[in-house]
C-alpha cells in the first residue's frame, strides 16, 4: 500500500486538529474533504475510527468541533 507524502501530511494535521478547540479543525476537515476522494481506503479508515475513539472519550472537543467531526464519519470509504 502506497500512501503519498500528501495523505500523511494531511492524516498528521488531522491528528493535531483532532480535539483541538481553535480554527484547526475546520481547516483540516476542509483540506480532508477536498482531498477525500484521493486518499486510500486504510487511511479513511484510520481517520473515521480515531473520530469515533475520541468523541467515545469525550476527547473530540467542543460541541461544534464534535458536530463537524460527526460530518466526517458520514464520508463513504470507497476507492
Known amino acids: 500500500m502506497k500512501i503519498s507524502n ?3 501530511i494531511l492524516v498528521f494535521a488531522f491528528r493535531y486538529a483532532l480535539g483541538r ?3 484547526a479543525p ?3 476537515i476542509d483540506e ?3 482531498n477525500w476522494s484521493e ?3 486504510y487511511t479513511k479508515e484510520q481517520i473515521q475510527e ?3 475513539d475520541a468523541i467515545k472519550h ?3 472537543g467542543m460541541a461544534c468541533e464534535v458536530k463537524s467531526w460527526n460530518e ?3 464520508w463513504e470509504i470507497t476507492e
Open 39 to 41: 486518499m486510500n481506503t
Open 58 to 60: 469525550n476527547t473530540a
Open 21 to 23: 478547540m481553535s480554527a
Open 72 to 74: 466526517v464519519l458520514e
Open 6 to 8: 500528501k495523505e500523511m
Open 32 to 34: 480532508l474533504k477536498v
Open 26 to 28: 475546520s481547516i483540516v
Open 50 to 52: 480515531d473520530i469515533r
